[in-house]
């Protein structure tokens, strides 16, 4: 059992929330710039075939795990992904 309670700054990418088939989770991104890079953090809901129904990006970590959790703490269950499920074999990889 994870010992997460909600998106933090120090386990974001490790951390998702579920409600039946669907996923929310951060993600982040970066377009090019004139300084390198502009780094954003994308709000994403999967479904279970990993399509996208939402992407939103937020400029900050700060901001985007604060969306997150006030959408979907709560009301959603969260999990860590990479706690291994139970058995063995293929099937119990946490990417399935």
């Given amino acids: 059992m994870s010992d997460f309670i909600k998106f933090e700054l120090n386990n974001w990418n490790q951390v998702h929330y579920t409600n039946g088939k669907l996923r929310a989770l951060l993600g982040m991104g970066a377009t090019p710039s004139v300084n390198g890079a502009d780094i954003h953090y994308s709000l994403v809901v999967l479904d279970e075939h990993n399509n996208e129904i939402h992407q939103e990006d937020i400029p900050t970590l700060e901001q985007a795990c604060s969306e997150i959790n006030r959408r979907y703490l709560g009301q959603w269950e969260l999990k860590n992904s990479e ?12 990417a399935h």
């Fill in 83 to 94: 706690e291994k499920k139970s058995g063995s074999g293929c099937g119990s990889c946490v």
